[in-house]
T-cell receptor, first 113, second 108 residues
Framework: SAVISQKPSRDICQRGTSLTIQCQVDSQVTMMFWYRQQPGQSLTLIAT?????????ESGFVIDKFPISRPNLTFSTLTVSNMSPEDSSIYLC??????????FGPGTRLLVL | RKEVEQDPGPFNVPEGATVAFNCTYSNSASQSFFWYRQDCRKEPKLLMSVYSSGNEDGRFTAQLNRASQYISLLIRDSKLSDSATYLCVVNDFNKFYFGSGTKLNVKP
């Protein structure tokens, strides 16, 4: 199994600012994903982070709002840009190999004031 | 229509009870299936993969019915520590879709 770390673990931000979340995997993996989870709800896939190319975004999520980088097979970042209170959520990174089990990081709890 | 649908519960059961959760998925071409467990304020963790032949891990049994497009999870002899939200997950061409989760409360 992969061990995944995320930072920051939590943050409180002012509206209009941006926050970059980092995700580090302890081994090389083919697939990395970013999810959002609102309180009491299930996970919503934001995008697939592709190594060396632009991320693949799900419906309702755009690159200008959620730019993603994946410079190598063990690291990815998600930026939440121009934040508003509606962006308050838990952001989760996951990783795994193609078609195989995904493992999750501990999440980043974001509160936008 | 949602990709994956689950009964949200909550299921409130006494210790020692047997409880079953079902989940349906919309894409007949989905390739692999999983049950995850999520504790309050924690990340989801893999409970078990689900295979067509069915698979068992201790008190947990998972079944897949491709013809009817549903997945089940059976928990026998429930423990207090089984209280959590159980997420059904379907892999469609390397995109993982999560159900809304079924909440289980096991009471003494």
């Amino acid at each position: 199994s992969a061990v995944i770390s995320q930072k920051p673990s939590r943050d409180i931000c002012q509206r209009g600012t941006s926050l970059t979340i980092q995700c580090q995997v302890d081994s090389q993996v083919t697939m990395m994903f970013w999810y959002r989870q609102q309180p009491g709800q299930s996970l919503t896939l934001i995008a697939t982070a592709n190594q060396g190319s632009e991320a693949t975004y799900e419906s309702g999520f755009v690159i200008d709002k959620f730019p993603i980088s994946r410079p190598n097979l063990t690291f990815s970042t998600l930026t939440v840009s121009n934040m508003s209170p509606e962006d308050s959520s838990i952001y989760l990174c996951s990783a795994g190999d193609r078609g195989e089990t995904q493992y999750f990081g501990p999440g980043t709890r974001l509160l936008v004031l | 229509r949602k990709e994956v649908e689950q009964d949200p519960g909550p299921f409130n059961v006494p210790e020692g009870a047997t409880v079953a959760f079902n989940c349906t998925y919309s894409n007949s071409a989905s390739q692999s299936f999983f049950w995850y467990r999520q504790d309050c304020r924690k990340e989801p963790k893999l409970l078990m993969s689900v295979y067509s032949s069915g698979n068992e891990d201790g008190r947990f049994t998972a079944q897949l019915n491709r013809a009817s497009q549903y997945i089940s999870l059976l928990i026998r002899d429930s423990k207090l520590s089984d209280s959590a939200t159980y997420l059904c997950v379907v892999n469609d061409f390397n995109k993982f879709y999560f159900g809304s989760g079924t909440k289980l409360n096991v009471k003494p």
